[in-house]
């Protein structure tokens, strides 16, 4: 158990948040009043007093909601909780969407310091049910249940679909497949064929959402501008390239012009990155032969399950 040392809003962002006694907490939108509150997935920011305490110890004159931190809690570690992690407070009950942010503009606090916590240390959440909170309130932190489904994010690669000259139809098709292969379906992006651009979003995605597997479509190919495998490379700390050359050999039997496919396949932390084709029928394809066999490697990556073995070899 935990405890709400201080609760802080503000009308406007960009601005440090204003200390107040109580709130309400309201169902998928946030702290009423709040200007960080809205149908996303950060709509609350909390911050561990202990961060807050040693950061104090290094000269930093702060005081709550200084950082742009909702919730001061003191109990826990935010920063070493993985996402999905539930809190309870009282009858509200908050899920953990995202560890740390990038910060666009430095701060006051970073201007003076030469550091800020907030980005690396400060944690979101989305209100999955409502209820008032005050100071003083114990929090009961929940963790994830093995079960839950898994998480997914979607990427689609082109210059002419990020340009508004093309529908992006495959992006659709993948998460329509995943949703009904009960995948949960964080986060899904339009973005144009620029290496810096995709690395950052699948660094994003891998250690601040935390999501289990992400498909990006589009960009495997010869095209000067095809960089989607690179990128991938690029961000992975292992590889992966069974599943790449697994998809790449079943679309042989299809069409031989699957060899000239340079999709690879890779883990980034517990993040499992997957290039897929970018027509619309391909994916499809890939899809139909990869999602039977993909639950169990993403079991593996989550620790919900062992490693396979059948008369002493590894499968």
């Known amino acids: 158990m935990g405890t709400i040392l201080h609760i802080c809003i503000s009308t ?181 064929d620029e290496r810096p651009l995709l690395e950052k979003e699948l660094i994003r995605l891998a250690d601040q959402r935390q999501v289990d597997v992400i498909f990006t479509t589009g960009g495997t190919g010869f095209a000067k501008r095809d960089i989607t495998p690179e990128a991938t490379i690029a961000v992975c700390d292992r590889m992966a390239n069974g599943i790449a050359e697994a998809i790449r050999g079943y679309s042989m039997t299809i069409t031989p012009r699957a060899m000239l496919s340079r999709a690879v396949s890779g883990i980034r932390k517990k993040t499992l990155i997957i290039n897929l084709p970018g027509s619309p029928k391909a994916v499809t394809e890939a899809l139909e032969f990869l999602l039977p066999s993909l639950r169990h490697g993403l079991g593996i990556l989550r620790g919900t399950e062992g490693e396979c073995a059948e008369q002493g070899r590894e499968k």
């Open 12 to 192: 406007k962002r960009g601005t440090p948040k204003q200390e107040v006694a109580s709130a309400r907490l309201l169902p998928d939108w946030g702290i009423e009043n709040d200007a960080h509150a809205g149908n996303w997935h950060r709509q609350v920011s909390l911050l561990s007093v202990e961060k807050i305490r040693e950061f104090q110890s290094k000269g930093a004159n702060v005081k709550p909601g200084d950082f742009g931190e909702n919730l001061i809690v003191e109990g826990f570690d935010l920063r070493a909780l993985p996402v999905g992690t539930r809190f309870r407070i009282g009858d509200a009950l908050l899920e953990m969407t995202q560890i740390g942010k990038e910060c666009h503009t430095h701060c006051q606090i970073y201007q003076t310091m030469g550091d800020c916590i907030m980005p690396r240390e400060g944690v979101f959440a989305e209100v999955l049910t409502g209820g008032a909170i005050q100071k003083g309130d114990s929090i009961e932190m929940i963790p994830p249940k093995p079960d839950r489904p898994f998480t997914a994010a979607v990427i689609t690669l082109s210059d002419k679909g990020y340009a508004g000259e093309r529908e992006d139809k495959s992006g659709p098709a993948i998460v329509n497949m995943l949703q009904a292969d009960n995948y949960d379906i964080k986060e899904t992006l339009l973005l144009p």
